[in-house]
């Protein structure tokens, strides 16, 4: 009885650190919903052709997934080297602020 339960205890830990792991690393298809539903936000907003690059920006140092993933976007009017960084919150594109440099993930 006492190996079970150990046996059990020791699964639960193992499956919980695994589970913690996979939860805090990047989600490609999270990223990919993310960069689409922020792309048809800034679309409405300045319009397509005034869309020059959009990059996905990981921050592993915030907590939740939706904080993590973020977007940059860099627009032809915006001041040269500028991006404008969005994240998507309850289905709502956020704007954050605005970025010099966008490091490569």
Do not use: C
Not at 12 to 32: C, F, H, K, N, P
Not at 80 to 99: D, H, P
């Amino acid at each position: 009885m006492r190996k079970t339960m150990g046996a059990i205890l020791l699964l639960l830990l193992i499956s919980g650190v695994g589970w913690w792991m996979i939860a805090d690393e990047r989600d490609a298809t999270y990223e990919q919903i993310v960069e689409v539903q922020v792309v048809r936000h800034v679309t409405k907003q300045f319009g397509r052709d005034n869309i020059t690059s959009v990059k996905p920006y990981f921050v592993a140092s915030e907590s939740s997934k939706s904080r993590r993933h973020q977007i940059a976007v860099q627009l032809k009017s915006a001041p040269t080297g500028e991006y404008r960084m969005y994240r998507v919150l309850r289905n709502k594109v956020e704007y954050i602020g605005r970025s010099r440099t966008v490091r490569p993930n």
